[in-house]
């Protein structure tokens, strides 16, 4: 194998940039920012332990597992690495609630932290080089998925899942210390094993998908540590993976400033367990709930551009349908002044007065707003219009939940998974994952006697 005249192989290059990468250059900033998302994913994976999906996927995959063991966070059970990866990474992101790199859409998280965790606590890793794979995977799928967007999530592919096996590739890789041509290789093996559908984003087969990225990532890697070769233009190759799935990749967003200029550094986290793009909504009826009482509301017109409308405009007849709907997200908003994991369960879904007020939210087309803003106006009962207008959405990046806020958000998962009473001292343990010697001890300690 070599490169092309005037650049490497997408592959060779990110390989080389995760075998060759050193702990010491990572700045303090960025190894904050990965203590902030795996706070965030442990978080949305207790909150959700206990939900009927999670249970179905561990009990699926627990006759098929290994004998070396990994916890499952929130649950009793212990699978091995690839059945843990899979169960957890379906328990952070299937609430909606995990985080998100907001160009791409991937909730970059999930599908990479899932097997380094698995494969640290079984095979004695530190912290520090959990951390460190962990930057470096989800830096990878970051530039992957940039390097597609936004004509491979427009064809219809879920990118979290379609990207997200080549950033557990790279972590996985990373992680088992394998040299620049075998983490090439593992990102091209990962490419043949990429899957995923916006179709099923209201659906618990969206979270397949998910598991799907972080147990293939870590066979990936595996399969390259064993010796196994793939093609060197698997990802950008004229019948390769980009090209495949949608358009010409544009390489420079895979290669270029590798290194220096850091994707995983505009992650961003959601104060809502809903989809990022109806967060701009939520933030404009809450503010509209200051001046309209919910009883007063006659009509409620929520306006964005085509995405919005594309993944919002629709029947709600299940919970994960509140999860991805502008009429609920604003119903609950405006009604209840909240829009937290409760206000997108079973039971909201099921409210008379939620119902009643979703069935007066209308979407419309707004083909000025830029992505990620919304305008909501309301009429009352006497005619009177109201209007809030938000172009940047609580939790984006131009403004980001703090650290407090974090902890907060990881207080009420924990709470909803029953561990309220010791959320203080696990926050404490996660911003430190990175010191431990044996971060094997906490992730023990997230799973249920």
């Known amino acids: 194998m070599g490169t092309t005249p005037d650049r490497p192989f997408a592959g060779e290059a990110l390989g080389a940039f995760v075998a060759a990468s050193r702990w010491a250059e990572i700045g303090p900033a960025l190894r904050h920012e990965a203590g902030r998302s795996l706070l965030n994913f442990f978080g949305c994976a207790l909150g959700a332990a206990g939900d009927p999906a999670v249970e179905t996927a561990a009990r699926v995959m627990a006759p098929f597992s290994g004998p070396e063991r990994a916890t499952v966070i929130g649950r009793a059970e212990r699978l091995d690495a690839m059945g843990a990866s899979f169960v957890n990474t379906i328990a952070a992101n299937l609430l909606d609630y995990d985080d998100t790199h907001l160009e791409t859409v991937i909730h970059p998280t999930a599908p990479v932290a899932s097997p380094l965790l698995a494969l640290a606590e079984i095979r004695g890793l530190t912290g520090a080089e959990v951390l460190h794979a962990f930057i470096l995977g989800a830096e990878v799928e970051c530039r992957i998925g940039a390097a597609v967007s936004p004509g491979h999530y427009d064809r219809g592919w879920h990118i979290t899942s379609t990207a997200g096996v080549f950033g557990a590739a790279a972590g996985c890789a990373r992680l088992l210390g394998l040299d620049a041509r075998q983490c090439w290789h593992a990102l091209g093996i990962a490419a043949s094993q990429s899957a995923g ?64 200029e850091w994707e995983f550094a505009r ?82 879904l099921h409210d008379p007065g939620i119902a009643a007020l979703r069935g007066r939210v209308k979407a419309g087309l707004d083909a000025g707003l830029p992505r990620g803003a919304a305008r909501v106006t309301l009429h009352d ?66 799973g249920a006697a």
């Not at 007063?296 to 409308?309: C, H, K, N, T």
């Not at 703090?402 to 958000?409: G, N, P, R, S, V």
């Not at 001292?425 to 300690?445: E, K, N, V």
């Open 267 to 348: 992650n961003t986290y959601k104060p809502y367990p809903a989809g990022i793009v109806f967060h701009a909504a939520i933030d404009a009826c809450l503010e509209l709930r200051q001046r309209v009482a919910p009883d007063d509301i006659a009509s409620v017109l929520v306006e964005g551009d085509q995405l919005l409308l594309d993944r919002g405009d629709r029947l709600v007849a299940s919970a994960r349908d509140c999860r991805v709907s502008i009429h609920h997200s604003a119903a609950v908003a405006l009604l209840r002044g909240s829009a937290g994991v409760a206000d997108f369960s079973e039971g909201a």
């Open 381 to 446: 009962r006497r005619g009177r219009a109201f209007s809030a207008l938000v172009m940047d959405a609580r939790g984006s990046a131009a403004r980001p939940l703090t650290d407090e806020e974090l902890e907060a958000k990881f207080r009420e998962n924990a709470s909803i998974g029953g561990r309220e009473s010791d959320a203080g001292p696990l926050i404490q343990r996660i911003w430190r994952i990175g010191d431990a010697a044996d971060p094997a001890a906490l992730l023990r300690s997230l």
């Open 197 to 260: 559908l916006v179709e099923n984003l209201p659906s618990a087969a969206k979270n397949v998908g998910m598991g799907n990225a972080a147990r293939n990532g870590l066979l990936a890697a595996l399969m390259a540590q064993a010796g196994y070769t793939a093609a060197p233009a698997a990802i950008e190759g004229p019948l390769g993976w980009a090209r495949a799935m949608g358009d010409a990749p544009d390489l420079g967003r895979i290669t270029a400033g590798l290194g220096q």
